[in-house]
């Protein structure tokens, strides 16, 4: 294709991206038009993006950290401030850790603690099939292992009490809020990936209740939310014997709140 014919195919999709509110039309269209293998593909992956559709599950793929990672339809797409999540849970992970990624969604979380960590052992689980089957996906080439099933429910036994990083994404947005979501969000990604209840926290509950008796003695569970959240999901871990901190990142809006269980220490006996 000339320059001018190239020019002029993306001067259209730019124009039809943009009169349906795309706000980075230029970028998306630059995007949608290095992926289309035919005209017939572009035009269909146009159609599917005017019509709501979000770009990631659009294109197949999300760049997270600097990593791509496939995102099927109708699986929750990562999130730029979920990058604070990794960075925290690699900051606290020991050599050769054990990591269980607990809601993995399409596995983004894990596949890049994979790709940035020495020797992880890792263990992923989400409730939503749709979730489970893409997180294999990404996670199942490098060696994880994907379950599925609720929370904790279908992780294999012989973990509990060796798990050095929980890492967890739970859904956290309150029930009343999802109407107030994105269109692209709100209709396009599961509901069990974005209702957290009506205060955004009941997985956040589940989660501390049983965390201590997953986590290996030092070990620390790592769990996003949101800066109003935080201090709330902090007390649930504090009441579940787990000693609480709170990380923010300004730049990407991100809060995670870390439980560490506490450490045994052996000590001598004297008479």
Do not use: K
Request: overall charge negative.
């Amino acid at each position: 294709m000339s320059a001018p014919a190239e020019q002029a195919v993306h001067a259209a999709v730019v124009s039809r991206l943009r009169a349906a509110g795309c706000v980075f039309a230029e970028d998306e269209a630059q995007l949608l038009i290095s992926e289309a293998r035919t005209d017939s593909d572009l035009t269909s992956m146009v159609d599917q993006r005017v019509d709501g559709l979000p770009l990631e599950q659009v294109l197949g793929w999300a760049e997270f950290r600097g990593h791509r990672i496939v995102v099927d339809p109708g699986v929750f797409v990562p999130r730029r401030r979920t990058e604070f999540l990794v960075t925290q849970a690699a900051a606290v992970a020991p050599p050769a850790p054990l990591v269980l990624d607990l809601c993995c969604g399409s596995g983004a979380v894990g596949a890049v603690l994979l790709a940035e960590l020495d020797d992880v052992e890792l263990h992923a689980a989400d409730i939503d099939p749709a979730a489970v089957h893409c997180a294999r996906r990404n996670i199942a080439a490098a060696g994880g292992r994907v379950y599925g099933g609720d929370l904790y429910e279908p992780v294999p036994d012989g973990l509990r009490g060796r798990v050095e990083v929980l890492v967890v994404n739970a859904p956290y947005v309150p029930t009343g809020a999802i109407e107030l979501m994105p269109p692209e969000a709100r209709l396009h990604e599961p509901r069990v990936a974005l209702d957290g209840g009506v205060d955004g926290l009941d997985i956040h509950r589940r989660v501390a209740a049983e965390a201590a008796d997953w986590l290996a003695p030092g070990g620390h569970v790592l769990i996003e939310a949101s800066e109003r959240q935080a201090p709330h999901t902090a007390e649930m871990f504090a009441r579940n014997g787990l000693v609480p901190r709170t990380a923010a990142c300004e730049e990407l809006d991100a809060s995670v709140v870390i439980g560490t269980r506490p450490a045994v220490h052996s000590g001598s006996c004297t008479r």
